[in-house]
């Protein structure tokens, strides 16, 4: 796990400095070793942050270059498979190592196999190569996302880093950035910015599931996997042979990812996702894991006792921290630093918080994220069946008049979702009305002028036809689960120098989950139905039979008490005006109804807070 920088200038020569300063910015993803690599045309440079967990000698930092001196490497991620192709170059090409590292691995598959290695990858990773017999920059992305990966391509100059700050000295270097208004207009609905979008119109995000090369006749960009093609016509729908099947996957890909040479553990919340892993990894692991989990005073809010009760049945070594809305306040300001561009999700704060107590004792974990959006376990699911029923689509307008004249905030709230029109893109608009943000219908209320959306949310024609729910859930996994879930547990965690390493998204379980009847997934009123009974085989159904909780701070309640002085200092008149696309009075009423007891107006407003503090931290970056 480490943080990856780098440029190919066509034209003139960059200087050392520049790739030093990118490399600097992103101290925080390997404090273990920095090097820089300049080619000797100084037109091409690759920088590399490491976080040592794998062969952890000096021989295995990085930028690596091969023996004969023709290809150099920059590598962030893990490839849990590397062994294995390892022992085939050697028996294919004779290969010799050095190390006993995953990147001598990749960069041996690139000189021997060339792009199509890709293919044979089971991990997580951003990859740089720059092949000097060819005078090209290969780049390539793992399938999920999991690995950040951006890229600038302005002036004669492609530049590429784990995060965006690393980007921004190219807005002094050359001219300043400008900000991208469809990415305004998509951040106020979702909470985040999805790909390719970036908050600047220079910077983009890298393809998931993509290769490139970048060379002085182009940027050629190629997809190697993407979901829609994993997607089959038949499902499997027999219950048994199912439930075999996702409990060898799931110990496989667990066993895969404790291979490593430092303390590890398992982020716990008590949840069905969390408790899988931690089950699993707790029998495949030769001692016994350290686990951690986040707990709060309000008990609303508060998972860390089903937690507890979890890892005191697997016997694990736990340790648990509850978090105030000091420890939450005293974070805020540093949120837009670790994301670089707006991002609403605030449960960034207990996943660094989490992060920082893992990383007293361990230096990688493996997290539960992904189980939601494979195995359909997200409440919108059901309003997505819901929704699905002409009769009521037919008369959602007297059903939203009637909700809306009801006068109790959470009725008002399930009116947003009746709030829609033939025209509405519907999986947004339900993941937007969730979610407590801005539908396409309430934008007014935030922004004078409502961009219209470049990125279209509905479902690509697929050789199935998937039911409502599973529509939904592809929604999420191509955009919530991408960037918004993996953003947060990349960056939370990287900002502690920790590494996180996500089993349930190893590459079969996704391609096994999406082609599950989803009769297996939901079934009888239960969510997440197969992965609950393979989870059954580690842990006690009564331990495990409680209401989904999810993963957030109660902002709801501390907006309007104790971060009251907070609100007030942002969401200010004078402060408001600053950014001159912002709709001022319309947010100003919003405050002024949550303040009056319309608390599901809380994440419309969190959403503002943190837009302005992205604003006022980079303001010397872009013109508006």
């Keep these: 796990m480490c943080g990856v920088t780098g440029f190919y200038s066509r034209a003139s020569e960059l200087p050392k400095s520049l790739i030093e300063e990118m490399t600097c910015k992103i101290k925080h993803r390997g404090p273990d070793a920095q090097g820089v690599f300049v080619h000797g045309n ?13 062969d952890l000698s000096d021989n295995a930092n990085q930028p690596m270059t091969s023996k004969c001196g023709k290809y150099t490497i920059v590598f962030n991620g893990e490839v849990y498979n590397f062994e294995a192709l390892r022992e085939e170059l050697k028996t294919e090409f004779s290969a010799d190592f050095e190390t006993s590292s995953d990147t001598e691995v990749l960069l041996q598959a690139y000189i021997n196999w060339g792009e199509t290695f890709i293919l044979k990858l089971n991990g997580m990773f951003a990859i740089a190569i720059y092949d000097e017999h060819s005078d090209k920059l290969f ?24 995060e965006l700050k690393s980007l921004t000295p190219f807005a002094k270097q050359f001219k300043k950035f400008s900000i991208n208004q469809n990415a305004v207009n998509l951040y106020f609905r979702l909470g985040y910015i999805p790909a390719p979008h970036t908050i600047y119109n220079e910077v983009k995000k890298f393809p998931t599931g993509t290769y490139a090369f970048y060379s002085q006749t182009g940027f050629d960009l190629k997809k190697y996997w993407d979901l829609e093609n994993q997607v089959e016509k038949k499902v499997l729908s027999d219950e048994s042979k199912a439930k075999k099947q996702l409990n060898g996957l799931l110990c496989d890909s667990v066993k895969l990812r404790l291979k490593s040479d430092v303390p590890f553990g398992v982020f716990l919340s008590g949840g069905v996702d969390s408790s899988t892993v931690a089950a699993v990894a707790q029998q495949v692991s030769p001692t016994s894991i350290s686990t951690f989990s986040i707990g709060f005073n309000e008990a609303k809010y508060n998972e860390s006792e089903h937690a507890e009760k979890v890892a005191d049945y697997l016997k694990t070594n736990h340790s648990s921290f509850v978090v105030s809305h000091k420890d939450a306040q005293d974070l805020m300001g540093d949120l837009q630093v ?12 207990p996943t660094f918080l989490v992060s920082k107590l893992a990383r007293n004792q361990v230096k990688m974990v493996l997290t539960g994220d992904g189980g939601d959006e494979q195995f359909l376990g997200y409440g919108m699911y059901n309003w997505a069946k819901r929704l699905d029923n002409k009769l009521l689509k037919m008369g959602r307008n007297p059903i939203k008049l009637a909700l809306k004249s009801s006068g109790k905030p959470r009725l008002k709230r ?7 029109d033939r025209n509405t893109e519907l999986m947004s608009h339900i993941f937007s009305t969730e979610q407590y943000l801005f539908s396409a219908a309430s934008l007014k209320d935030v922004l004078k002028k409502q961009e219209q959306s470049v990125v279209h949310f509905e479902t690509p024609e697929l050789l199935r036809t998937l039911n409502p729910m599973e529509r939904q859930a592809f929604f999420d996994l191509n955009y919530y689960l991408k960037d918004d879930l993996l953003v947060k547990v990349d960056r939370a965690s990287m900002k502690a120098s920790l590494e996180a390493r996500v089993p349930l998204l190893d590459h079969r379980i996704i391609e096994f989950a999406l082609n599950v009847d989803p009769a297996l997934k939901y079934k009888d009123g239960v969510s997440k139905y197969l992965l609950k009974e393979v989870m059954y085989n580690y842990l006690p159904k009564q331990l495990m039979e409680r209401p989904k909780w999810g993963f957030g701070l109660p902002i709801r309640i501390w907006l309007a008490k104790e971060l009251r002085p907070f609100l007030e200092n942002y969401l200010s008149e004078s402060r408001l005006k600053k950014v001159a696309f912002l709709n001022t009075k319309g947010v100003l009423q919003l405050k002024k109804r949550y303040l009056m007891g319309e608390d599901q107006l809380y994440n419309k407003l969190w959403l503002v807070i943190m837009f302005l503090q992205w604003y006022e931290l980079n303001e010397s970056y872009f013109d508006e």
């Design 338 to 349: 670790m994301f670089d561009e707006p991002f609403a999700d605030a449960s960034a704060i």
């Design 42 to 54: 100084k037109k091409v440079a690759l920088g590399h942050r490491r976080l040592s967990i794998i």
């Design 139 to 162: 780049l390539a992305r793992d399938r999920m996302g999991i690995k950040p990966f951006y890229y600038y391509e302005e002036n004669g100059v492609f530049a590429f880093a784990s």
């Design 414 to 420: 399930v009116a947003d979702v009746f709030d829609f």
